[in-house]
């Protein structure tokens, strides 16, 4: 089985699209042979942070000349070349894939199609413009996005549930998520991206250390424009500490009480870690990613031309007001994006036994359905209060634990037709484990459902105890937790403990 991902940075493109093809190339690497990538040769291409990682790439053929993007949503220049172009070099140099993955906003259906025709094989795009593509799978992890947004796609993983984060980040959201009130000279983060192609870290610096009493990081590696001015600048300071390479985003992140950067990539890093920001949008497609930061009550976002005027109390603002906004960042990503995308290409490969099987986030629009199992009779009779819940008490009950952000609630669907099946939940315990349960619809009894779905779950929380309480007289579901690979604790006790090295 052959995986390869279509993918470019460089000094206009950045290094966003190929950080997150790296995060899902690496939880998809245990179940996959073969998972390659293949990229243009250019100013900032970071073949080799790929390489690094330990992919094989396949480098493409440098164009006669350089296309100078004219504008940010020049987005046709960033592949240098036509499409065509491009499909003709890729198919000569990469041979045969059973797998096609696109994240490249210069590339859509024409592309797509053409690579299907010459390959038969599957396509997977990540993307966050709502554009046109042939694909059978489409992921956007743009906070608050809908499936419905890809009218007429086939399969769509939509919202920040799916951002695409290396897997230090969930094994640091669930620190984060006990990490007490901090307190003493404040850390400042201030992160661009790879390229920094605006010096938006020299810009913010200078307007920010005459006024804020912190200590400030700057990244930014040697690829980028300025990292000699950078450099120098930062060596000329005390309040200022300039890395260049960082091997851990994740453990960075969570010694920082605020950042500043674009709201690109990063910000699903920043949020899953519960760090506030002060978003600068640097290019037209980062718009709406601050827009609905700041509607989720998640960051500030200030104008790049008007950073005189407004960082510094914007700053201010989040350092009055860190918890909530903390608070806040913490609920839009947990960083197990990644995992949860590979188990779907791997069921789309038929890689796994949960192909028929996926779990999504419960919304107010599922509190009917739920009411309806829960009123079951099947399900009752083994209920810790075996008393048929009313509409309104459930209703309110169910609300209310919607907007627990340490907490998952999830819909077990099922089949192309993501027909609803059944519900599972993870409670979060005071000792960081998660308490399971777990209830299929009668429609849907004997049918593997619920192996397939705590199998799912125990892919997804390997760094977490999981453990789950069964009514001694429930002899399936005892026996379903036992299969599902929990030790039996106690009569009605079972866990499922972490794996270690998770």
Sequence with gaps: ??????VDASIWIGGGHVMRCLALAQALKPAIESVKFACL???????????????QVCVLNTPAWIITPENDTDYAAWLQRSQEDDVADFIKVVGHADLVVTDHYAIDAAWQKAIRQAFRCKIIVIDDLVRNHEADLIVDQTLGRSRTAYDGASRVLAGSHY??????????HEIALDSAARSGRPKVLVYFGAIDAHNMCLRVLEVLTPIIDAAFTVVLGKAALHYDV?????LERDDVEHLEFVNDMAELILKHDFAVGAPGTSSWERACLGLPSVVIPIADNQAENGRKLVAFDAAISVDKGCLDAELVSAVQKLMKNRVDYAASNLAICDGRGAVRVAIEIESLLDQNDTASVGLERATEADIDYVHRLQSAPTTRK???????????????????????TTDYFYIIRKGQGNTPCGVLRLDRRADGGY????YIDPDYYSQGIGRSALAIIDRVFPDCDLYAFVMEANVASQKLFLK????????????????IGS
């Design 230 to 234: 950078i450099r120098n600048w930062a």
């Design 163 to 172: 951002a695409l984060l290396a897997g230090t980040f969930a094994r640091n």
């Design 1 to 6: 089985m052959k995986i390869v991902f279509r």
């Design 382 to 404: 083994y209920a810790l209060n075996s008393e048929i819940p009313s509409w309104p008490r459930h209703k309110v009950w169910m609300t209310s634990k919607l907007k627990v």
């Design 484 to 499: 599902a690979g929990y030790e039996r604790m106690a009569k009605e006790y079972f866990i499922r403990k972490r794996k």
């Design 435 to 438: 308490t399971v349960s777990i």
């Design 41 to 55: 040769p250019q100013n900032g291409d970071l073949i080799q942070l790929i390489q690094s990682r330990g992919f």
